[in-house]
């Protein structure tokens, strides 16, 4: 198959000498661990004591990673990537709140930004992370199957009831919702409530999907179930394969309370059982459809290559391929420049509160083997051509 992440003339089309110049300087910084650590040390220690740095990080990192502090900021960039064929996932990206007005703000923001992708041309998608709308430690407890207290039962109906109202009002409006996976102690609340979601609002179009992290070793077996349930029950079963975010957490609880881990032993094992949940899902699209959640290009044209073989076409409505914004453009570009259904995720909000996203994006591009060298690689290669 022709490489076509190779050309960065279409990957930065969008950006100017002086972006790229900033983005290299930026993942230089990441490809270095210590200055990671020492960057994330001094911003929390600044923002403790109150020091005026906002400015400079809204300038930096969060310019790279961000759209804006709301989501009007990221119209701009929504109409840009637009007229490139890509499209837009808004994605408000407070973390860490804890208590039930603010998991009620966080369900009426979800409705808000359905609402307004309904309303502008190139966002097909919403977003929505579990734990923003209750506690996670009841997520937990749920998981695990334990009594609840009638204050905990009471606490989650109303989970029950939120996640409800963002699913219906989705499927009012017609936008697929893409439900994140977390941890796997709280995953199998999220995995059931989901599916109860998926059979009330599923049944005509694929409004309701599931996120299934390849890293666990158990997920191809529950891509079987998704699939055993949307025949049985005549739903329309939407499925986003990420690789995931949380091998290290996941690994030292295993390894500290004395269970087998649920991440797949090595690298290789959670490629292999990525491209093999891939694979699946692509065979069976008359339940499936697919969101495919990836930096990693070897997947990316492995997938492009089992469309071919099975003679789907490019732009399938059924298959949407989706990257973070700031990162993996010559993925993202050259995808909708040959006509594949792609979205950027939009993290937006408030510079302060968005900071342990930002934190997390930096540390997590400097773990992944060969992520940053790779943007670096391409950045360097796009400022010479254009010296030429």
């Avoid at 960065?8 to 270095?32: G, P």
């Avoid at 158990?218 to 029950?233: A, M, S």
Wanted: some cysteine.
């Amino acid at each position: 198959m022709e490489k076509i992440f190779e050309n960065t003339e279409i990957a930065f089309a969008l950006k100017s000498n002086s972006d790229l110049k900033k983005a290299h300087f930026l993942f230089s910084m990441m490809a270095k661990p210590a200055m990671v650590r020492l960057g994330t040390s001094l911003t929390n220690f600044s923002l403790k004591i109150g020091l005026p740095v906002k400015g400079l990080i809204k300038n930096t990192i969060f310019k790279q990673f961000c759209g804006g502090v709301t989501e009007d900021d990221c119209l701009p960039i929504i109409n840009q990537l637009s007229e490139k064929g890509v499209m837009s996932l808004l994605d408000y990206s407070v973390e860490g709140k804890e208590d039930e007005e603010d998991f009620d703000n966080a369900m009426r923001k979800k409705i808000a930004l359905i609402d307004f992708a309904d309303s502008h041309n190139g966002i097909p998608f919403a977003s929505l992370k579990p734990t923003a709308l209750g506690r996670f430690a009841l997520w937990q407890k749920v998981s695990e199957g334990k009594e609840l207290s009638s204050a905990e039962t009471a606490e989650w109906k109303r989970i029950e009831n939120r996640f409800d109202a963002i699913c219906k009002n989705a499927h009012d409006k017609n936008i697929p919702v893409l439900i994140d996976a977390e941890e796997s102690w709280m995953q199998d609340a999220a995995d059931r409530l989901t599916e109860e979601m998926m059979l009330r609002y599923n049944k005509e179009n694929t409004i309701v999907y599931n996120t299934i992290q390849c890293y666990r070793w158990d997920r191809l077996e529950y891509t079987k179930h998704l699939q055993t349930l949307g025949k049985e029950k005549g739903i329309k079963v939407g499925a986003k394969i990420v690789r995931g975010a949380y091998m290290e957490k996941e690994n030292e609880r295993a390894e500290e309370m004395g269970y087998r881990s649920p991440i797949c032993e090595s690298k290789e094992a959670t490629d292999v059982n990525f491209d093999k949940v891939l694979s699946y899902i692509l065979d069976h699209l008359d339940t499936f459809s697919l969101f495919v959640g990836s930096h990693n290009e070897s997947s990316t044209y492995l997938a492009m290559e089992l469309m071919k073989e099975r003679q789907i076409v490019q732009d399938h409505e059924k298959i949407w391929f989706g990257q973070l914004y700031g990162m993996s453009d010559q993925i993202s570009y050259n995808l909708a420049f040959n006509k594949y259904n792609t979205v950027k995720l939009i993290p937006f909000g408030p510079v302060k509160e968005v900071i342990p996203y930002l934190i997390r994006r930096a540390e997590e591009n400097t773990s992944v083997a060969g992520q940053t060298g790779r943007e670096l690689t391409l950045i360097k290669a796009e400022l010479r051509r254009r010296k030429l």
